[in-house]
């Protein structure tokens, strides 16, 4: 990985894209700072996993859903509060 400056990167930037396309990762340094790296695009492929349903929407319309524990019933504020009041 090679090192450059940032004034050196915006001066001289299609030939560093150019290396970066060829496969060079590029450490960029603000005076003796390392704050980015330019690497290649990886593509990680774009795919839809689909999964069948179990059942059809029907049936979970018909099925009966058990209330939620007390515990379970409080607000996002209170929960938070709760949080907070315990540290």
Same mark, same amino acid.
């Given at each position: ?14 030939? #560093? ?5 060829a496969g060079e990762a590029l450490t960029v340094m ?10 290649? #695009? ?34 996002m504020s209170k929960a938070l509060s709760e949080d907070?009041?315990?540290?």
């Amino acid at each position: 990985m090679r090192n450059i400056k940032i004034g050196e990167l915006k001066a001289q930037l299609s030939k #560093y894209i150019r290396s970066v396309r060829a496969g060079e990762a590029l450490t960029v340094m603000d005076r003796a700072t390392p704050v980015a790296v330019i690497s290649p #695009y990886e593509d990680q492929g774009t795919k839809i996993l689909w999964i069948e349903p179990v059942r059809t929407w029907k049936e979970l319309m018909k099925m009966k859903v058990r209330p939620l524990p007390k515990a379970l019933k409080r607000t996002m504020s209170k929960a938070l509060s709760e949080d907070r009041e315990s540290r």
